[in-house]
């Protein structure tokens, strides 16, 4: 297998393992905090294993810097509110609104950094906006407003964390990431109830934090090295397209129509974003 194929299909791993995150989160009968405080401890405990097997102990001095911190801080933030924005409003609010995350990293790119945004990703960020409104117009009235909401900081947060990525490209992701899952672990423990839960959640739980974050992460890590950044996007796309689709097929969890227009506005924007984006390297190798 070729190295670009092999990148497509682990990124296509990823999203279907990060896919599952949202029904893991309405099957558990756990409270948003002890889900947090669960999901965080099993997916620690593997990247910290994952760390250290990798790149040794040494790796973990990485934690002491600031750089490192504003980066897992932001993860952890973003890490909190998925969780909390699904208990609020529906799946595909949650995960459509969350994929506006890169355009919103852009627009803090060219604020912060001065980077450079082409009049394309403009007009996409537009369009997203626009969509975004029509999403929320009639979260109020179903009082799903506190979840999208919640989505649209979780967008925000890991926007963040991308711009210090960029700032700071000698951040080693991994440790960053077994750094978040341990914060959100230790922020959620005051709240949360580690003891009422049963071996079902325990073992659901377990699949949140090793396989949907721990391992998608991972597969995500090594599969983005190998192809180009707007390819990784697309794909990346599925988990926005999977998620809803198992909350439907095992709960019966159906987007209201406000969800589907802003979220087919959202959608399209980005498809044809990166359709755009994709078809450049060939038309500047023609």
Known sequence: MSPTRRGALLVACAAVCWSS???????????????????????????????????????FAQWRTRSVLGVAVCMMVSSTCFIFSLAYTSVANTLILMSTGPYVAGLLGWLVLGERVALRTWV????????????????????????DLLAIVMAGSFAIATVLIRRHPEIQ????????TTL??????????PLGVTARDVALLAFFGVGQFGAGF????????????????????????????WVWLVLAERPVRASLAGGALILAALLVNTLLDLAAPRRDSA
């Open 184 to 193: 959100a672990g230790l922020v959620a423990l005051p709240l949360a109830d």
């Open 124 to 147: 996409t960020m537009s369009i997203a906006l626009a969509g975004v409104v029509v999403m929320v117009s009639n979260s109020h009235s179903r009082g799903a407003l506190a979840g």
């Open 173 to 180: 992701m991994a440790p960053a990431a077994a750094l978040a």
């Open 21 to 59: 995150g949202a029904l893991v989160v309405r099957l558990v009968g756990t409270s948003p905090w002890t889900t947090s405080l669960w999901r965080s401890l099993f997916a620690s405990l593997f990247l910290v294993l994952v760390v250290r097997l990798h790149w040794g102990p040494g790796i």
């Open 218 to 245: 991972l597969l995500f890590m090594a599969g983005a090295r190998l192809i180009p950044a707007a390819q990784s996007s697309l794909i990346g796309m599925l988990e926005i397209v999977l998620g809803p689709l």
